[in-house]
């Protein structure tokens, strides 16, 4: 999945590009609350990231899935990535609280690992282990440095319970878009991105209904399509697109632990607005980065860390140009 110029970026500036959007999401979404609730935000930044991306097809030279495999592999990683994960952090955010769902969510790259290791018989070193637990210490000590409110008793549970099926859902997705690059199931990087926006999308109906009023939405508001253009466009279009081609090139394991950078992403922005945070919080982001340098640092790769790039007219560039 490595079409056109994607295949020709350096998978550290993908990874970049990604976790700037999602940390970006924090805030963006923070602001969106402001017009309408939580389903209508989920749903609404899923369907435009794939209208928009439909009609650009044209643009990029997309294909169309036309297998009904694709198609599976698409509902799946849609279901995963798009529907469990938006709609896990929205009820864990509700119920169980945003600290609790920041941290839960953020256990996807351990799930990563784990099914990576089944499925593709991916191996992780002893080094990349001790990076991966560093950078979620990283995550829980920001989380922890700015206490918000919990829920409890049976809300509680049920918002613990919706972040870990988004987390898990979250992890098998991105298992599943390496599991096609490594077994050469060939398919259109824009089309399948579409396609598996288009089955999340979908998908998503029923929270967006069912999550909040949707008669609230400030429809008419300026404010609310320019913050939910950002949502849909950034973290989910271009993030995406972005976090496909690095998996198609790089482990899980060593992709996933990126996603602890995000709340890094989200602190950083907060300075920038003149939101200076406290001592510990600058601790944690510190811990993240290191967690994150550590799984990526030379002597924590294994034999199996090498591009695999075969879902792709440019595969050639991309074996022949290895990083």
């Known amino acids: ?6 295949g020709r970026i350096p998978v550290p500036i993908l990874l970049g590009v990604t976790m700037f959007f999602w940390g970006a999401a924090f805030n963006a979404t923070d602001v969106a609350f402001d017009y309408a609730p939580a389903g209508v935000i989920t749903f609404m930044r899923a369907g435009i990231a794939t209208v928009l991306l439909l009609a650009l097809m044209p643009i990029l030279g997309g294909k169309f899935p036309r297998s009904r495999t694709i198609w599976l592999f698409a509902l799946v990683v849609g279901a995963g990535s798009t529907t469990l994960s938006l709609a896990g952090l929205g009820l864990g ?4 609280g945003p600290a609790i769902a920041s941290v ?3 256990t996807a790259p351990f799930f990563a690992v784990l099914f990576a290791r089944i499925s593709l018989n991916e191996r992780i070193k002893l080094l990349r282990g001790i990076g991966l637990v560093v950078g979620f210490a990283g995550v829980v000590i920001i989380v922890l440095s700015n206490p918000t409110e919990t829920g409890s008793g049976g809300q509680f549970i049920f918002g613990v319970v919706a972040v870990m099926i988004g987390a898990v859902g979250y992890a098998i997705a991105s298992v599943v878009v390496r599991y096609m690059n490594v077994k050469e199931i060939v398919a259109d990087l824009w089309g399948f991105t579409f396609a598996q926006f288009l089955c999340g999308t979908i998908l998503l109906i029923p929270f967006a209904l069912l999550s909040g009023d949707p008669g609230s939405t400030q429809w008419d ?10 949502l849909g466009i950034g973290p989910q279009l271009v993030a995406y697109a972005c976090f496909f081609v690095a998996l198609a090139r790089w482990p899980s394991g060593r992709v996933m632990a990126w996603s602890f950078l995000p709340p890094v992403v989200a602190g950083v922005i907060e300075i920038m607005r003149g939101n200076i945070p406290g001592a510990v919080t600058l601790l944690g982001m510190a811990v993240a980065i290191v967690g994150v340098a550590i799984v990526n640092h030379p002597k924590a790769e294994s034999t199996d860390d090498h591009p695999v790039a075969t879902i792709d007219p440019d595969a050639e560039y991309a074996v022949e140009h290895p990083e």
Do not use: E, H, I, K
């Not at 999945?1 to 994607?6: D, G, L, R, V």
């Not at 955010?93 to 169980?96: D, F, I, R």
């Not at 404010?223 to 950002?230: E, K, R, V």
């Open 221 to 230: 508001s300026p404010g609310f399509w320019l913050t939910m253009g950002f």
């Open 104 to 106: 839960l969510l953020n």
């Open 1 to 6: 999945m490595t079409n056109s110029f994607m």
């Open 93 to 96: 955010t509700q119920y169980a």
